[in-house]
């Protein structure tokens, strides 16, 4: 039996492809920013950790795609959630100091204007590709450990 196509399949790779609506940009973003806020008091969710975790890793996938300049950014941010998941190992609490204050707000930053810009399709295939590689960093450990 063959699979009927859907007839506006053509209009929904259209519509994935126009840059992210401004609202569901808004609304990711006061996600993020409400999460970081929750970091920044001390929170203990680790939800609220991964939420800003995966957009740092997706953004990063999509700023190597955009130029070396806006990596940087995410790297730093990337890495001061490092840091405040090891605060959490010993304080039982998220925490961020000085320099990874501004970092995970300078990626932010840099991750909004990456949405903001970028497609529905170009965000998705990041997602994906940070899914991979967390998966061959998974099984890599798994070799040497």
């Known amino acids: 039996m063959q699979r009927r196509r859907n007839p506006t399949t053509w209009a929904e790779t259209i519509v994935a492809s126009r840059p992210t609506e401004p609202e569901v940009a808004t609304e990711t973003m006061a996600k993020l920013y409400s999460a970081f806020a929750d970091m920044k008091a001390g929170g203990s969710d680790g939800e609220t950790f991964d939420r800003l975790a995966s957009a740092v890793n997706v953004g990063m996938i999509r700023a190597e795609e ?3 300049v806006c990596v940087q950014p995410m790297l730093a941010a990337r890495d001061a959630l490092i840091h405040a998941d090891e605060i959490m190992g010993r304080h039982r609490r998220y925490g961020f100091d000085g320099p990874g204050l501004q970092a995970m707000a300078a990626g932010l930053e840099v991750y909004e204007e990456i949405l903001r810009n970028s497609t ?4 998705a295939e990041a997602a994906r590709e940070s899914r991979r590689r967390m998966q061959r960093q998974v099984a ?3 070799r040497e450990g």
């Open 140 to 142: 890599q450990e798994g």
């Open 66 to 68: 955009i130029d070396p």
């Open 120 to 123: 529905p399709n170009q965000m």
